[in-house]
């Protein structure tokens, strides 16, 4: 990452990845691009372009990492290598003038795919051309493209494979001895399978194309087969492979910076950055400058307490379709959906009954004519690059829960994960951390991503003033720790809650939601009294199946009624809709529910009754396990716990001026307690909305009552919830296409950034296309919409925008605010 001086010494990172958003009142000194009135208009573009490939370093400063998304040839000594398209192999020139120019896509840490030409093919993932070793019997690759083949055969296979016999176990040393096989046996095998891999020019991505780089001195470096081991090598007349016990001046290559390579595919980020960068501090920002009570060193920008970018793994793996990354690149992690949900996407169930019921288009890359969409919940929207265009906007802090539900995993039939929760959520873990490699490689090298996983609010500030954002991991899980309850008895006791928590402390998670959706060995759960499609008697099934009873209600307590502004509450059963039709029609389904709808709905205990609460608060290990949390000073969440539960943490945490969240609205119960949860140092954070509703939910959570230290200035900082991937709709927006040019261009509230439409493959997105906010990378324009279309007064705008930029210094505060009462 590039430092820069601003004060204090801050830095500004990567090219690629900084801050801030949509149309704001007054940018930056340097700036006119925006009204004092917060309303945008066209601007003059800052004179940085939108960050993409930087000017390959000098040959001497080239390391395994650098030559991220960089354009080079290979050279041997006096020979470059040189593709020939006719034969689909590559040979040798003389001449560097007619060298091959390789664009270097990282698949990981110093990992890479060697493109040489690219075309895109509407429909298709497009014509590529990349070293590899050819499969020409789809012996070795699934339909992603990921190695399933038997090692020994490839090897044996390699027809151009140099000095082989020579060395015949070293590429894969205890491996063949552990196979118990020799090349020469496994080669008669082969051609009885007429299997001839060859290194060659192969037309898709594949594990058979990604090469190892590595330092072979003088600033040279060899390249290894990913999954063979294998040198490539400079032979008599063309390119081929030995063996790396054989490693020699011919197996070593220099990668010297050239023009003209066709980039690897990926989403754009459409956004033009200024030099100076976006502004990390309020007082970089012309709004903020003059604001009373503020410090230099506030951070600018807005927190995400509430998303699923992990999601693509819950509940069995196959709910949701699509990667937030794919080594393969954007053609692979957003494909075509069909092999999730069927041909015309026919078994996506969540699908059929809550966006467009009946068949849908499935593709995606490049066409996206469907989905992603704001409401088509089993579609990914969270792809890394659209993250990124969210963070230049001003996202600084990125709460991900890795979430999951045990019973809804097992009755589901399309599933290729285990349901065990605490398996479910350190997979989960896992991907998170093989995220933050991938973007670092995608940035030169470790640490140099901008998606950062942070651990304490020292670490997270840091992140930041390097131009970085914050990622914090959370657990959101039905049965959170494997601690469900069958008729009430613990499945789990004190020891194995310590045990499981460090295990989670070990995985980098630092909050946790006691309870969620069923009632469980801590606590009861907040209802989904709700009614829409009918999800509330799905779950009260389920929590039925989980725990051997109904939910039991009671008469809410007084201090604890609804004001009607939180969830709405009924009077009886919410109705059925589509999606439990078609659960009780599923076979796996019906011999664990009631038989039928209406055998469910006799069960209700609320029927005819004004019962609303669960009689259910914090168990013994409840109490047990939010002091295991305080000790440890991670997050608690209070969302989907009962309000008696949730009222019990207040009372506990309280004590010990210790800051519990609310963080995804009315499933933090009454309005009261939210108020209570921001009184004693907590954030309290809405969905994410639309024009007016947006105004209105970010200045009552900016000014709950909370005590002075916890404001920034005059603002108490209002962050919002996503909930992205979490089987929740994305704010709508009601705009239209004529509206399209009143909005784009818009440039980000400090002046320093502009935002065009974003493309992804051959699809611009809009906010006014009728997909509202179809992924994540449209949050900076659902925010410059609000602000120049909504109907509430200029100084609402202007106070909801205030305290939107606020909320990364308040999260930040309220967790330094934890870390201060455990010590």
Partial sequence: MRKRQSGLTLASGLLAVFLLHGCGGGGSSNSSNTTNTGTPRAPEPPPTEEPGNPEPPAPAALTRYSVANGCYRLASGDQFIQADPDSQRYGFTGNAADATGFYFKPTALGAYLLLSAYHRDPGERGSKQLLGISDPAGQFLDDSG???????????????????????????????????????????????????????MVNNASDLAVWNLRPAGDHQFALASAVTGLLLTRGDNDLTLTSPGLENDSTRFALQATEGCDSYPEAELNARVADDGPAIYLKEVDRFSNVPGLDDDDVFGFVDTHSHVSAYEFIGGRVNYGDPFNKFGVDHALYDCKVNHGPEGLT???????????????????????????????????????LERAHLAGLKILVNHLVHNEILCQINPQKQNDCDTMAAIELQAERMHQMQDYIDAQSGGPGQGWFRIVTDPAQARQVIADGGMAVILGVEASKALNCGEFLDAPECNREQIVERLDRLYAMDVRSLFPVHKFDNAFGGHLPDLSSGIGIGPVLYGGNLLETGHLVEFEQCPDALQDDGSGLPLTDQLAPFGLIDQLLFQLDYVGDRFPATPQ??????????????????????????????????GMLIETDHISRKAASQ??????????????????????????????????????????????VDALIRDGQRPRSSDLKVGPFGGAGYASDVNGIASLAGNPGTPDQEDSLYPFTSVDGR???????????????????????????????ADMMIHSDRSQQQIDEAVNQLFTSAEAYLRMWERVGAAVR
């Fill in 753 to 783: 950034v502009v935002f065009d439409k974003q493309r992804t493959g051959d699809h611009q997105f809009s906010l006014y296309e009728g997909r509202g906010v179809a992924h994540y990378g449209l949050y900076p324009d659902q925010i």
């Fill in 599 to 632: 055998e469910l709905a006799d069960l209700d205990p609320r029927r005819g009754t004004d019962h609303l609460c669960n009689t259910r608060g914090l168990t013994d290990l409840g109490v047990f396990l939010i002091n295991e949390l305080m000790k440890r």
């Fill in 348 to 386: 996506g169930l969540v699908e059929q009954v809550t966006s467009n019921p009946g068949p849908h288009e499935t593709q995606g890359w490049p066409t996206y004519n469907y989905w992603p969409r704001h409401d088509s919940l089993q579609h990914h929207q969270s792809y890394y690059r659209w």
């Fill in 146 to 200: 990921h190695f399933v083949g038997e090692l020994s055969y490839l090897v044996a296979g390699l027809g151009d494979t140099l000095n082989l016999v020579l060395d015949p176990v070293a590429p894969l040393g205890g491996l063949l001895r552990e196979l118990g096989e020799n090349l020469g046996g496994l080669g008669g095998k082969l051609g009885d399978m007429n299997v001839q891999p060859t290194l060659a």
């Fill in 649 to 694: 943490i207040l009372a506990i945490t309280g004590a010990h001026d210790y800051p519990v969240i609310n963080s995804h609205g009315g499933w933090g119960g009454t309005e009261a307690l939210r108020d209570q949860v921001a009184a004693q140092g907590g954030v309290s954070a809405s969905f994410a909305s639309t024009r007016d509703n947006w």
